[in-house]
Protein backbone atom coordinates (compact mmCIF):
# COMPACT_ATOMS: atom_id res chain seq x y z
CA UNK A 1 0.00 0.00 0.00
CA UNK A 2 1.69 3.80 -0.84
CA UNK A 3 2.27 5.60 2.01
CA UNK A 4 0.85 8.87 1.54
CA UNK A 5 1.85 9.94 4.69
CA UNK A 6 5.53 9.08 4.37
CA UNK A 7 5.07 11.36 0.74
CA UNK A 8 3.48 14.24 2.29
CA UNK A 9 6.45 13.96 4.98
CA UNK A 10 8.98 14.14 2.38
CA UNK A 11 7.29 16.93 0.63
CA UNK A 12 7.37 18.76 3.74
CA UNK A 13 11.62 17.84 4.24
CA UNK A 14 14.38 20.09 2.82
CA UNK A 15 14.37 19.53 -1.07
CA UNK A 16 18.22 18.06 -0.15
CA UNK A 17 16.05 15.40 1.56
CA UNK A 18 13.22 14.77 -0.84
CA UNK A 19 13.68 11.61 -2.77
CA UNK A 20 11.02 13.33 -5.58
CA UNK A 21 12.79 16.79 -5.11
CA UNK A 22 12.89 18.14 -8.89
CA UNK A 23 10.80 18.39 -11.43
CA UNK A 24 11.71 15.01 -13.41
CA UNK A 25 11.78 12.76 -10.52
CA UNK A 26 8.47 14.14 -9.18
CA UNK A 27 7.37 13.18 -12.95
CA UNK A 28 8.56 9.58 -12.97
CA UNK A 29 6.72 8.62 -9.38
CA UNK A 30 3.40 10.54 -10.74
CA UNK A 31 4.00 7.83 -13.66
CA UNK A 32 4.68 5.13 -11.54
CA UNK A 33 1.92 5.67 -9.65
CA UNK A 34 -1.77 3.57 -10.10
CA UNK A 35 -4.17 6.08 -11.19
CA UNK A 36 -6.24 5.42 -7.73
CA UNK A 37 -3.02 6.11 -5.89
CA UNK A 38 -2.46 9.86 -7.80
CA UNK A 39 -6.77 10.36 -6.47
CA UNK A 40 -5.58 9.93 -2.89
CA UNK A 41 -2.16 11.40 -2.87
CA UNK A 42 -3.89 14.65 -4.09
CA UNK A 43 -6.20 14.08 -1.42
CA UNK A 44 -3.46 13.77 0.76
CA UNK A 45 -2.05 17.08 -0.46
CA UNK A 46 -5.04 18.99 -0.02
CA UNK A 47 -5.53 18.22 3.54
CA UNK A 48 -1.97 19.13 4.17
CA UNK A 49 -2.88 22.89 2.61
CA UNK A 50 -5.94 23.00 4.59
CA UNK A 51 -3.90 22.10 7.67
CA UNK A 52 -1.43 24.86 6.83
CA UNK A 53 -3.94 27.44 6.04
CA UNK A 54 -5.60 26.92 9.55
CA UNK A 55 -2.07 26.79 11.05
CA UNK A 56 -1.77 30.87 12.30
CA UNK A 57 1.86 30.31 13.79
CA UNK A 58 3.78 29.41 10.82
CA UNK A 59 6.32 32.04 9.91
CA UNK A 60 5.98 34.05 6.91
CA UNK A 61 9.22 32.34 5.15
CA UNK A 62 8.11 28.60 5.79
CA UNK A 63 4.58 29.21 5.05
CA UNK A 64 5.74 30.67 1.71
CA UNK A 65 8.32 27.41 0.93
CA UNK A 66 6.02 25.42 2.25
CA UNK A 67 3.31 26.35 0.00
CA UNK A 68 5.23 26.71 -3.59
CA UNK A 69 6.85 23.27 -2.86
CA UNK A 70 3.28 21.83 -2.46
CA UNK A 71 1.89 23.43 -5.58
CA UNK A 72 4.84 22.34 -7.44
CA UNK A 73 4.68 18.85 -6.05
CA UNK A 74 0.64 18.32 -6.47
CA UNK A 75 0.83 20.34 -10.29
CA UNK A 76 1.29 16.66 -12.25
CA UNK A 77 -1.18 15.16 -10.02
CA UNK A 78 -3.68 17.92 -10.35
CA UNK A 79 -3.22 18.17 -14.24
CA UNK A 80 -3.74 13.96 -14.17
CA UNK A 81 -7.27 14.11 -12.24
CA UNK A 82 -8.39 17.51 -14.37
CA UNK A 83 -7.35 15.54 -17.61
CA UNK A 84 -9.32 12.64 -16.55
CA UNK A 85 -12.34 14.00 -15.11
CA UNK A 86 -12.82 16.10 -18.64
CA UNK A 87 -12.49 13.42 -20.49
CA UNK A 88 -15.43 11.47 -18.97
CA UNK A 89 -17.42 13.79 -17.71
CA UNK A 90 -20.66 13.71 -19.50
CA UNK A 91 -20.27 9.67 -18.59
CA UNK A 92 -22.75 9.76 -15.16
CA UNK A 93 -21.15 6.14 -14.12
CA UNK A 94 -17.05 7.18 -14.70
CA UNK A 95 -15.11 6.55 -11.67
CA UNK A 96 -13.33 9.53 -12.44
CA UNK A 97 -16.63 11.70 -11.42
CA UNK A 98 -15.54 11.23 -8.05
CA UNK A 99 -12.21 13.22 -8.66
CA UNK A 100 -14.19 16.61 -9.22
CA UNK A 101 -14.49 17.17 -5.54
CA UNK A 102 -10.69 16.92 -4.94
CA UNK A 103 -10.16 18.93 -7.86
CA UNK A 104 -12.19 21.86 -6.67
CA UNK A 105 -10.77 21.83 -2.72
CA UNK A 106 -6.94 21.60 -4.60
CA UNK A 107 -8.22 24.88 -6.71
CA UNK A 108 -9.37 26.39 -3.52
CA UNK A 109 -6.93 25.50 -0.57
CA UNK A 110 -4.00 26.64 -2.76
CA UNK A 111 -5.32 30.07 -3.19
CA UNK A 112 -6.06 30.55 -0.08
CA UNK A 113 -2.80 29.68 0.78
CA UNK A 114 -1.25 32.17 -1.38
CA UNK A 115 -3.63 34.80 -0.44
CA UNK A 116 -2.80 34.66 3.53
CA UNK A 117 1.45 34.65 2.30
CA UNK A 118 0.28 37.80 0.63
CA UNK A 119 -1.94 39.43 3.47
CA UNK A 120 1.06 38.28 5.64
CA UNK A 121 3.63 40.14 3.99
CA UNK A 122 1.94 42.87 3.66
CA UNK A 123 1.52 43.38 7.12
CA UNK A 124 5.13 43.25 7.56
CA UNK A 125 6.72 43.68 4.53
CA UNK A 126 10.23 42.35 3.61
CA UNK A 127 12.59 43.42 0.89
CA UNK A 128 14.07 40.30 0.75
CA UNK A 129 10.69 38.50 -0.08
CA UNK A 130 9.50 41.16 -2.77
CA UNK A 131 10.62 39.01 -5.88
CA UNK A 132 8.20 36.00 -4.33
CA UNK A 133 5.77 37.78 -3.59
CA UNK A 134 5.41 38.86 -7.84
CA UNK A 135 5.03 34.97 -8.34
CA UNK A 136 2.95 34.30 -5.24
CA UNK A 137 0.23 36.89 -6.37
CA UNK A 138 0.30 35.70 -9.99
CA UNK A 139 -0.08 32.27 -8.89
CA UNK A 140 -3.00 33.34 -6.43
CA UNK A 141 -4.71 35.21 -9.54
CA UNK A 142 -4.09 31.88 -11.16
CA UNK A 143 -5.69 29.54 -8.57
CA UNK A 144 -8.54 32.08 -8.39
CA UNK A 145 -9.21 31.93 -12.29
CA UNK A 146 -9.21 27.93 -12.31
CA UNK A 147 -12.37 28.00 -9.78
CA UNK A 148 -13.98 30.53 -12.16
CA UNK A 149 -13.00 28.47 -15.41
CA UNK A 150 -14.43 25.06 -13.62
CA UNK A 151 -17.32 26.86 -12.74
CA UNK A 152 -17.74 27.64 -16.39
CA UNK A 153 -16.60 24.17 -17.66
CA UNK A 154 -19.99 22.74 -15.14
CA UNK A 155 -22.26 26.22 -16.46
CA UNK A 156 -22.52 27.11 -13.14
CA UNK A 157 -22.12 30.58 -11.64
CA UNK A 158 -19.12 31.92 -10.37
CA UNK A 159 -18.98 32.82 -6.81
CA UNK A 160 -18.84 36.69 -6.12
CA UNK A 161 -16.07 35.83 -3.76
CA UNK A 162 -13.88 34.30 -6.21
CA UNK A 163 -14.32 37.95 -8.31
CA UNK A 164 -13.79 39.91 -5.57
CA UNK A 165 -10.12 38.08 -4.63
CA UNK A 166 -9.33 38.24 -8.31
CA UNK A 167 -9.68 42.12 -8.22
CA UNK A 168 -8.17 43.05 -4.92
CA UNK A 169 -5.21 40.63 -6.26
CA UNK A 170 -5.13 42.52 -9.51
CA UNK A 171 -5.42 46.13 -7.41
CA UNK A 172 -2.79 45.09 -4.75
CA UNK A 173 0.00 44.30 -7.85
CA UNK A 174 -1.52 47.57 -9.38
CA UNK A 175 -0.69 49.48 -6.80
CA UNK A 176 2.47 48.23 -5.99
CA UNK A 177 3.31 48.90 -9.78
CA UNK A 178 4.33 45.21 -10.55
CA UNK A 179 1.51 43.83 -12.82
CA UNK A 180 3.61 43.77 -15.68
CA UNK A 181 6.57 42.42 -14.11
CA UNK A 182 7.27 39.26 -15.82
CA UNK A 183 7.48 35.92 -13.97
CA UNK A 184 7.68 32.53 -14.62
CA UNK A 185 4.60 31.38 -12.83
CA UNK A 186 6.74 27.36 -12.62
CA UNK A 187 9.54 26.56 -12.55
CA UNK A 188 8.91 24.58 -15.93
CA UNK A 189 6.42 27.14 -17.41
CA UNK A 190 7.33 27.25 -20.91
CA UNK A 191 7.07 31.22 -21.01
CA UNK A 192 6.86 33.97 -19.05
CA UNK A 193 3.49 35.96 -17.39
CA UNK A 194 2.14 38.55 -15.39
CA UNK A 195 -0.28 39.47 -12.77
CA UNK A 196 -2.49 41.53 -16.04
CA UNK A 197 -2.22 38.77 -17.78
CA UNK A 198 -3.43 36.46 -15.42
CA UNK A 199 -6.65 38.57 -14.30
CA UNK A 200 -7.48 39.36 -17.60
CA UNK A 201 -7.92 35.69 -18.39
CA UNK A 202 -10.78 34.63 -16.75
CA UNK A 203 -12.66 37.92 -17.65
CA UNK A 204 -11.77 37.23 -21.43
CA UNK A 205 -13.09 33.19 -21.01
CA UNK A 206 -16.35 35.22 -19.32
CA UNK A 207 -16.69 37.20 -22.18
CA UNK A 208 -16.40 34.36 -24.54
CA UNK A 209 -20.01 33.09 -23.07
CA UNK A 210 -19.05 30.31 -22.35
CA UNK A 211 -22.87 29.00 -21.01
CA UNK A 212 -23.07 28.48 -24.86
CA UNK A 213 -19.80 26.68 -25.54
CA UNK A 214 -19.04 22.88 -25.20
CA UNK A 215 -16.72 21.91 -22.14
CA UNK A 216 -13.50 21.32 -24.64
CA UNK A 217 -13.92 24.10 -26.25
CA UNK A 218 -13.92 25.99 -22.30
CA UNK A 219 -10.87 24.08 -22.22
CA UNK A 220 -9.07 25.07 -25.64
CA UNK A 221 -10.10 29.02 -25.39
CA UNK A 222 -8.71 29.46 -21.68
CA UNK A 223 -5.30 27.77 -23.05
CA UNK A 224 -5.56 30.24 -26.11
CA UNK A 225 -5.79 32.88 -23.56
CA UNK A 226 -2.79 31.91 -21.80
CA UNK A 227 -0.79 33.71 -24.74
CA UNK A 228 -3.87 36.08 -25.88
CA UNK A 229 -4.33 37.26 -23.04
CA UNK A 230 -0.85 39.39 -23.45
CA UNK A 231 -2.37 41.34 -26.26
CA UNK A 232 -4.68 43.32 -23.71
CA UNK A 233 -3.64 46.02 -21.52
CA UNK A 234 -6.21 47.60 -18.62
CA UNK A 235 -6.12 51.30 -18.21
CA UNK A 236 -7.43 54.26 -15.53
CA UNK A 237 -8.75 56.52 -18.07
CA UNK A 238 -12.51 56.00 -19.82
CA UNK A 239 -11.73 56.24 -23.34
CA UNK A 240 -15.20 54.93 -24.96
CA UNK A 241 -13.94 55.24 -29.05
CA UNK A 242 -11.72 52.39 -28.35
CA UNK A 243 -12.65 50.61 -25.36
CA UNK A 244 -15.44 47.96 -25.40
CA UNK A 245 -15.40 46.43 -22.06
CA UNK A 246 -14.38 47.60 -17.88
CA UNK A 247 -14.94 45.84 -14.64
CA UNK A 248 -15.17 47.33 -11.24
CA UNK A 249 -12.16 46.65 -8.83
CA UNK A 250 -14.60 47.33 -6.08
CA UNK A 251 -17.05 45.03 -6.78
CA UNK A 252 -18.06 40.91 -6.41
CA UNK A 253 -19.27 40.93 -10.70
CA UNK A 254 -17.24 40.22 -13.68
CA UNK A 255 -15.87 42.54 -16.50
CA UNK A 256 -19.02 44.40 -18.73
CA UNK A 257 -20.14 45.57 -21.88
CA UNK A 258 -18.70 49.20 -21.57
CA UNK A 259 -21.14 52.44 -20.93
CA UNK A 260 -20.79 55.70 -20.47
CA UNK A 261 -21.74 55.95 -16.61
CA UNK A 262 -19.27 53.47 -15.84
CA UNK A 263 -16.85 55.87 -13.69
CA UNK A 264 -14.77 55.90 -10.74
CA UNK A 265 -10.89 55.62 -9.06
CA UNK A 266 -12.12 51.34 -9.33
CA UNK A 267 -12.45 51.35 -12.74
CA UNK A 268 -10.34 49.35 -15.35
CA UNK A 269 -10.90 49.82 -19.17
CA UNK A 270 -9.82 47.94 -22.08
CA UNK A 271 -10.37 47.56 -25.73
CA UNK A 272 -9.34 44.24 -27.89
CA UNK A 273 -7.72 46.21 -30.93
CA UNK A 274 -4.32 44.24 -30.38
CA UNK A 275 -5.77 41.24 -29.60
CA UNK A 276 -7.85 40.94 -32.51
CA UNK A 277 -4.74 41.35 -34.69
CA UNK A 278 -3.52 38.34 -33.03
CA UNK A 279 -6.54 36.13 -33.45
CA UNK A 280 -6.61 37.42 -37.46
CA UNK A 281 -2.80 36.76 -37.86
CA UNK A 282 -3.52 33.17 -36.34
CA UNK A 283 -6.27 32.70 -38.71
CA UNK A 284 -4.65 33.78 -41.66
CA UNK A 285 -1.88 31.37 -41.09
CA UNK A 286 -3.80 28.52 -40.75
CA UNK A 287 -6.19 29.11 -43.62
CA UNK A 288 -3.23 29.37 -45.01
CA UNK A 289 -1.90 25.77 -44.25
CA UNK A 290 -0.08 26.24 -41.06
CA UNK A 291 -0.56 23.45 -38.47
CA UNK A 292 -2.33 24.45 -35.40
CA UNK A 293 0.04 23.18 -33.21
CA UNK A 294 3.19 24.79 -34.75
CA UNK A 295 1.08 28.19 -33.65
CA UNK A 296 0.37 27.61 -30.07
CA UNK A 297 -3.20 26.31 -30.40
CA UNK A 298 -2.59 22.66 -28.95
CA UNK A 299 -2.69 19.27 -30.11
CA UNK A 300 -6.30 19.39 -29.81
CA UNK A 301 -7.00 21.97 -31.96
CA UNK A 302 -8.67 20.14 -35.59
CA UNK A 303 -9.69 21.58 -38.55
CA UNK A 304 -11.96 22.76 -39.42
CA UNK A 305 -13.72 22.77 -35.79
CA UNK A 306 -11.17 24.54 -34.40
CA UNK A 307 -10.67 27.13 -36.85
CA UNK A 308 -14.93 27.92 -36.57
CA UNK A 309 -14.32 28.01 -32.37
CA UNK A 310 -11.52 30.97 -32.95
CA UNK A 311 -13.75 32.95 -35.15
CA UNK A 312 -16.48 32.50 -32.78
CA UNK A 313 -14.93 33.89 -29.72
CA UNK A 314 -13.62 36.34 -32.11
CA UNK A 315 -17.03 37.66 -32.99
CA UNK A 316 -17.95 37.55 -29.56
CA UNK A 317 -14.86 39.74 -28.28
CA UNK A 318 -15.30 42.23 -30.83
CA UNK A 319 -18.89 42.35 -30.13
CA UNK A 320 -19.87 41.76 -34.12
CA UNK A 321 -22.30 39.12 -32.95
CA UNK A 322 -23.84 40.85 -29.57
CA UNK A 323 -27.49 41.79 -30.90
CA UNK A 324 -30.06 38.57 -30.80
CA UNK A 325 -31.29 37.59 -34.25
CA UNK A 326 -35.18 38.24 -32.64
CA UNK A 327 -36.37 39.61 -29.59
CA UNK A 328 -37.24 37.17 -27.04
CA UNK A 329 -40.51 37.96 -24.96
CA UNK A 330 -42.26 36.47 -22.21
CA UNK A 331 -44.40 33.72 -22.07
CA UNK A 332 -44.41 31.39 -19.37
CA UNK A 333 -46.12 27.84 -20.00
CA UNK A 334 -45.58 23.89 -19.54
CA UNK A 335 -43.26 21.93 -22.44
CA UNK A 336 -43.11 18.51 -23.30
CA UNK A 337 -39.72 17.29 -23.94
CA UNK A 338 -37.88 14.32 -25.37
CA UNK A 339 -33.59 14.31 -25.97
CA UNK A 340 -31.69 13.30 -28.35
CA UNK A 341 -32.67 11.91 -32.38
CA UNK A 342 -33.84 8.15 -31.23
CA UNK A 343 -36.45 9.54 -29.15
CA UNK A 344 -37.57 12.00 -31.34
CA UNK A 345 -37.85 9.32 -34.37
CA UNK A 346 -40.00 7.31 -32.24
CA UNK A 347 -42.22 10.21 -31.52
CA UNK A 348 -42.12 10.74 -35.65
CA UNK A 349 -42.34 7.11 -36.99
CA UNK A 350 -46.04 6.01 -36.71
CA UNK A 351 -47.16 7.76 -39.33
CA UNK A 352 -49.85 11.11 -39.86
CA UNK A 353 -53.59 11.78 -40.44
CA UNK A 354 -54.55 13.88 -43.49
CA UNK A 355 -56.74 16.77 -42.67
CA UNK A 356 -57.35 18.09 -46.33
CA UNK A 357 -58.38 21.61 -47.30
CA UNK A 358 -60.01 22.45 -50.88
CA UNK A 359 -57.73 21.75 -54.18
CA UNK A 360 -54.85 23.87 -54.67
CA UNK A 361 -54.44 24.88 -51.08
CA UNK A 362 -51.79 23.73 -48.80
CA UNK A 363 -52.28 20.57 -46.91
CA UNK A 364 -52.20 20.43 -43.04
CA UNK A 365 -50.73 17.35 -41.56
CA UNK A 366 -50.54 15.85 -38.46
CA UNK A 367 -47.90 13.43 -37.19
CA UNK A 368 -48.94 11.40 -34.15
CA UNK A 369 -52.12 13.73 -34.20
CA UNK A 370 -50.58 16.78 -33.69
CA UNK A 371 -50.33 19.22 -36.64
CA UNK A 372 -46.84 20.16 -37.86
CA UNK A 373 -47.46 22.27 -40.56
CA UNK A 374 -48.64 22.88 -44.02
CA UNK A 375 -47.19 20.70 -46.92
CA UNK A 376 -48.61 19.59 -50.72
CA UNK A 377 -47.84 16.17 -49.85
CA UNK A 378 -50.08 13.42 -50.11
CA UNK A 379 -49.89 10.90 -47.41
CA UNK A 380 -52.41 8.25 -46.36
CA UNK A 381 -50.90 6.36 -43.26
CA UNK A 382 -52.71 6.33 -39.91
CA UNK A 383 -51.27 7.09 -36.93
CA UNK A 384 -51.36 7.34 -33.16
CA UNK A 385 -52.91 10.51 -31.54
CA UNK A 386 -50.80 10.55 -28.16
CA UNK A 387 -47.63 12.36 -28.89
CA UNK A 388 -46.24 12.83 -25.47
CA UNK A 389 -46.69 9.78 -22.95
CA UNK A 390 -47.62 10.99 -19.38
CA UNK A 391 -43.87 9.61 -18.45
CA UNK A 392 -41.90 12.46 -20.51
CA UNK A 393 -40.22 15.00 -19.43
CA UNK A 394 -42.21 18.67 -18.47
CA UNK A 395 -40.27 21.90 -18.72
CA UNK A 396 -41.12 25.64 -18.28
CA UNK A 397 -41.11 27.68 -21.11
CA UNK A 398 -39.83 31.12 -19.52
CA UNK A 399 -40.25 33.32 -23.24
CA UNK A 400 -39.82 32.80 -27.08
CA UNK A 401 -39.28 34.22 -29.99
CA UNK A 402 -39.14 33.51 -33.42
CA UNK A 403 -36.11 31.57 -33.64
CA UNK A 404 -36.18 30.04 -29.97
CA UNK A 405 -37.16 29.08 -26.64
CA UNK A 406 -35.58 29.59 -23.03
CA UNK A 407 -36.83 26.95 -20.85
CA UNK A 408 -35.96 25.91 -16.89
CA UNK A 409 -36.15 22.51 -15.54
CA UNK A 410 -35.36 20.65 -12.37
CA UNK A 411 -31.62 20.00 -12.74
CA UNK A 412 -32.39 16.32 -10.75
CA UNK A 413 -31.39 13.43 -13.73
CA UNK A 414 -30.13 15.93 -16.48
CA UNK A 415 -25.99 15.99 -15.97
CA UNK A 416 -25.76 14.81 -19.45
CA UNK A 417 -27.39 17.67 -21.22
CA UNK A 418 -25.01 19.71 -22.91
CA UNK A 419 -24.19 21.86 -25.81
CA UNK A 420 -26.01 20.76 -29.21
CA UNK A 421 -28.10 18.51 -27.76
CA UNK A 422 -31.20 17.62 -29.71
CA UNK A 423 -34.61 18.39 -28.26
CA UNK A 424 -38.23 17.45 -29.44
CA UNK A 425 -41.17 19.55 -27.57
CA UNK A 426 -44.51 20.50 -27.58
CA UNK A 427 -45.72 23.10 -26.03
CA UNK A 428 -48.76 22.05 -23.87
CA UNK A 429 -51.39 24.75 -25.00
CA UNK A 430 -50.42 23.77 -28.88
CA UNK A 431 -50.68 21.10 -31.41
CA UNK A 432 -46.98 21.52 -32.78
CA UNK A 433 -44.72 19.30 -32.54
CA UNK A 434 -41.16 20.88 -32.87
CA UNK A 435 -37.54 20.14 -32.95
CA UNK A 436 -34.73 22.74 -31.37
CA UNK A 437 -31.10 22.08 -30.28
CA UNK A 438 -29.52 23.33 -26.96
CA UNK A 439 -27.37 26.10 -27.02
CA UNK A 440 -26.79 27.95 -23.77
CA UNK A 441 -26.91 26.15 -20.29
CA UNK A 442 -26.81 28.00 -16.74
CA UNK A 443 -27.20 25.70 -13.81
CA UNK A 444 -27.71 27.08 -10.09
CA UNK A 445 -27.01 24.66 -7.71
CA UNK A 446 -30.19 25.89 -5.38
CA UNK A 447 -32.64 26.40 -8.50
CA UNK A 448 -33.89 25.51 -12.08
CA UNK A 449 -31.36 24.63 -14.47
CA UNK A 450 -32.06 27.28 -17.40
CA UNK A 451 -31.13 26.59 -21.85
CA UNK A 452 -31.41 28.49 -24.42
CA UNK A 453 -33.23 26.11 -27.41
CA UNK A 454 -33.05 27.45 -31.29
CA UNK A 455 -35.30 26.55 -33.23
CA UNK A 456 -34.69 24.07 -36.35
CA UNK A 457 -38.16 23.13 -37.54
CA UNK A 458 -41.47 23.88 -36.75
CA UNK A 459 -42.88 21.18 -39.06
CA UNK A 460 -40.65 17.73 -39.24
CA UNK A 461 -41.34 15.40 -41.29
CA UNK A 462 -40.18 11.70 -40.47
CA UNK A 463 -38.59 10.48 -44.00
CA UNK A 464 -36.57 6.83 -44.79
CA UNK A 465 -33.08 7.16 -46.50
CA UNK A 466 -31.94 4.20 -48.79
CA UNK A 467 -28.56 3.83 -49.98
CA UNK A 468 -27.75 4.23 -53.39
CA UNK A 469 -24.28 3.33 -53.09
CA UNK A 470 -23.30 -0.38 -54.11
CA UNK A 471 -20.94 -1.90 -51.58
CA UNK A 472 -22.17 0.58 -48.66
CA UNK A 473 -21.09 -0.93 -45.15
CA UNK A 474 -23.85 1.08 -43.59
CA UNK A 475 -27.50 0.12 -43.03
CA UNK A 476 -29.33 -0.48 -46.50
CA UNK A 477 -32.12 1.84 -44.98
CA UNK A 478 -32.59 4.31 -41.90
CA UNK A 479 -34.63 6.63 -40.43
CA UNK A 480 -33.94 10.29 -40.94
CA UNK A 481 -35.70 13.80 -40.13
CA UNK A 482 -36.15 16.22 -42.72
CA UNK A 483 -36.50 20.09 -41.85
CA UNK A 484 -37.94 22.16 -43.77
CA UNK A 485 -36.52 25.81 -44.75
CA UNK A 486 -37.33 28.14 -41.96
CA UNK A 487 -36.80 31.53 -43.99
CA UNK A 488 -37.80 34.04 -40.92
CA UNK A 489 -34.48 32.42 -39.11
CA UNK A 490 -32.47 32.55 -42.24
CA UNK A 491 -32.26 28.48 -42.24
CA UNK A 492 -32.47 26.64 -45.27
CA UNK A 493 -33.65 22.90 -45.30
CA UNK A 494 -31.72 20.00 -44.36
CA UNK A 495 -32.07 16.25 -43.00
CA UNK A 496 -31.15 15.37 -39.17
CA UNK A 497 -29.69 11.84 -39.82
CA UNK A 498 -27.23 9.76 -37.46
CA UNK A 499 -23.64 10.44 -37.59
CA UNK A 500 -23.40 6.61 -38.90
CA UNK A 501 -25.24 7.27 -41.48
CA UNK A 502 -23.79 10.58 -42.99
CA UNK A 503 -21.06 10.62 -45.41
CA UNK A 504 -20.52 14.26 -47.43
CA UNK A 505 -21.42 13.55 -51.08
CA UNK A 506 -23.12 9.84 -50.16
CA UNK A 507 -26.02 9.26 -52.49
CA UNK A 508 -29.53 8.11 -51.24
CA UNK A 509 -33.10 7.29 -51.83
CA UNK A 510 -35.38 9.96 -49.67
CA UNK A 511 -38.85 8.77 -49.14
CA UNK A 512 -41.74 10.40 -47.58
CA UNK A 513 -45.39 10.44 -47.45
CA UNK A 514 -45.51 8.13 -50.80
CA UNK A 515 -43.20 10.34 -52.75
CA UNK A 516 -39.50 9.46 -53.18
CA UNK A 517 -36.24 11.35 -54.38
CA UNK A 518 -32.55 10.79 -55.23
CA UNK A 519 -30.54 12.99 -53.26
CA UNK A 520 -26.54 14.21 -52.55
CA UNK A 521 -25.60 15.12 -49.00
CA UNK A 522 -23.59 18.36 -48.69
CA UNK A 523 -21.20 18.78 -45.80
CA UNK A 524 -22.78 19.12 -42.48
CA UNK A 525 -23.84 22.40 -41.00
CA UNK A 526 -23.29 20.34 -37.19
CA UNK A 527 -22.48 17.45 -35.96
CA UNK A 528 -23.07 15.91 -32.33
CA UNK A 529 -22.65 12.67 -30.42
CA UNK A 530 -25.72 11.47 -32.10
CA UNK A 531 -26.88 13.43 -35.40
CA UNK A 532 -25.82 15.33 -38.14
CA UNK A 533 -27.34 18.18 -39.66
CA UNK A 534 -27.17 18.27 -42.79
CA UNK A 535 -28.33 20.06 -46.34
CA UNK A 536 -28.74 18.24 -49.53
CA UNK A 537 -29.13 18.54 -52.99
CA UNK A 538 -31.95 16.67 -55.39
CA UNK A 539 -30.62 15.00 -58.01
CA UNK A 540 -33.99 13.09 -59.10
CA UNK A 541 -37.62 12.89 -58.37
CA UNK A 542 -39.40 9.49 -58.77
CA UNK A 543 -42.87 9.42 -59.84
Given at each position: ????????????????????????????????????????????????????????K??????????????????????????????????????E?????????????????????????????????????????????????????????????????????????????????????????????????????????????????????????????????????????????????????????????????????????KY???????????I??????????????????????????C????????????????????????????????????D??????????I?????????????????????????N??????????????????????????????????????????????????????????????????????????????A?????????????????????????????????R????????Y????????????K????????????????????????????
Amino acid sequence: MFDFSGLINAILRKKSDDPVGDLKSATIWVQELPLADIHNAQIEIVRALSSINENKKMPLKERIRVCMYLNEKARALQDNLCRDYLVTMEDEKAPERVYLHTILAFWDEMAVAYQICIRSFAQDPSAKLWPTIHILTARALYHFAMQAKWAYLRYMPVEGAVWRNLHRLYLFAEREKFEKTQVKLFPDSSEETYCMSEYLQPLMLMLANPESLQPQQINQVDAWLDTWAKSISLETQFRPHRQLYAVNLGDTKPARSLRRNMLGEKYRYWGVGLLLVTIDKTVEQLKGGELPARLGLGEECRLPQCLELIELVENRWSKKDVQRKHERKPNVKVVHVVQGLGDILVQLKPGAKIKRKAKGEMVGYQVMGYTVGGSPIDMNTQGNDDLFEPALEQWIMENESASGYGVTFNPSGHNGLKIGSLIGLKPESSRHFLIGVIRRINKNPTSKTYVGIETLSQAPIPVELHSLTSGDSRAPQSNAVYLLEMPQAQMARSLLLSRQDYEPGRLLQLKAQGKAYTIRLQNALEEAEDYSRVPFDVLARHH
